[in-house]
């Protein structure tokens, strides 16, 4: 059976053209505060983002930046509204189905890494793709790449707990990659990296995204990341809304 990426990009190119590789149309999702209160978080999000565009979205800690991307990568699912990954409609499949969606199309870069503990980085990245079908040899090929890609090829046979808060981020940067994904959603990618390994791992992402046609949004709090993508957009009182790169002063008021 054909992942959904693989039967995107069998689809004729005017169709390819048509579907955005992401699309979000009217998407709300509130929680309930600890006074019993409803806090809205999503109020009506739309959003496409095509084959190879990279989209940043920066706000203030707390506007539910984190909870886009779970809602936009199908781990979380809406109140109302729709998402669609490659043209399919994400809130209609069930659980088997979506699982499947997410390792083969979706590719997380999460604030916490969430390796597993007993395997090492390389066992980590060939995970993801033969769960997708891979061989072993195919998936040790493409881990080991990504794995130098990131700087860590001295540390192929390494677990996480021999590793640096760093490195592990970067295994589960290179984990992400692991399925040419169509779609990349990466939360603060770099936060705890120092300034030369998260300019090469921003190299390799934006890269990844250009060469490969992953649809990238990228949630950060460093503008000078966020403005190397080809959209900044700013979530502000629920909405996804344009914005500057360097308009890090206060939100707007309500």
Same mark, same amino acid.
């Given at each position: 059976?054909?992942?959904?990426?693989?039967?995107?990009?069998?689809?004729?190119?005017?169709?390819?053209?048509?579907?955005?590789a992401?699309?979000?149309?009217?998407?709300?999702?509130?929680?309930?505060?600890?006074d019993?209160?409803?806090?809205?978080?999503l109020?009506?999000?739309?959003?496409?983002?095509?084959?190879?565009?990279?989209v940043? *979205?920066?706000?203030?800690s707390?506007?539910?930046?984190?909870?886009?991307l779970?809602? +936009?990568?199908?781990?979380?699912r809406?109140?109302?509204?729709?998402?669609? $990954?490659?043209?399919?409609?994400v809130?209609?499949?069930?659980?088997?189905?979506?699982?499947?969606?997410?390792?083969?199309?979706?590719?997380?870069?999460?604030?916490?890494?969430? +390796?597993?503990?007993?395997?090492?980085?390389?066992?980590?990245?060939?995970?993801?793709?033969?769960?997708?079908?891979?061989?072993?040899?195919?998936?040790?090929?493409?881990?080991?790449?990504?794995?130098? @890609?990131?700087?860590l090829?001295?540390r192929?046979?390494?677990? &996480? @707990?021999r590793?640096?808060?760093?490195?592990?981020?970067?295994?589960a $940067?290179?984990?992400?990659?692991?399925?040419? &994904?169509?779609?990349?959603?990466?939360?603060?990618?770099?936060?705890?990296?120092?300034?030369?390994?998260?300019?090469?791992?921003?190299? /390799?992402?934006?890269?990844v995204?250009?060469?490969?046609?992953?649809?990238? *949004?990228l949630?950060?709090h460093?503008?000078? /990341?966020?403005?190397?993508?080809?959209? *900044?957009?700013r979530?502000h009182?629920?909405?996804?809304?344009?914005?500057?790169?360097d308009?890090?002063?206060?939100?707007?008021?309500?």
């Open positions: 059976m054909s992942s959904p990426a693989e039967s995107w990009e069998g689809l004729p190119p005017a169709v390819q053209a048509a579907e955005p992401l699309s979000a149309r009217g998407v709300h999702k509130h929680y309930v505060g600890g019993g209160g409803r806090i809205c978080v109020d009506g999000v739309d959003l496409d983002v095509n084959r190879g565009e990279s940043s *979205v920066i706000g203030q707390g506007t539910g930046k984190s909870t886009l779970h809602v +936009l990568g199908a781990l979380d809406p109140e109302a509204g729709e998402v669609r $990954v490659g043209g399919q409609a809130g209609r499949l069930p659980e088997d189905a979506l699982a499947l969606l997410r390792n083969r199309s979706v590719g997380f870069v999460f604030q916490f890494h969430h +390796l597993l503990r007993e395997f090492t980085a390389l066992e980590n990245v060939m995970m993801p793709q033969q769960i997708a079908g891979a061989t072993p040899r195919q998936a040790r090929d493409r881990a080991r790449e990504l794995l130098e @890609a990131v700087g090829g001295p192929l046979e390494h677990t &996480p @707990a590793l640096s808060g760093g490195e592990q981020q970067r295994v $940067v290179a984990r992400a990659l692991a399925n040419r &994904p169509l779609v990349l959603l990466a939360d603060e990618p770099s936060g705890n990296l120092d300034p030369e390994t998260s300019e090469r791992l921003h190299d /390799l992402l934006f890269r995204s250009d060469e490969e046609g992953a649809a990238m *949004v949630v950060t460093d503008l000078g /990341l966020a403005a190397r993508a080809g959209r *900044v957009l979530l009182g629920g909405h996804l809304v344009s914005a500057r790169p308009a890090a002063g206060p939100e707007p008021a309500e």
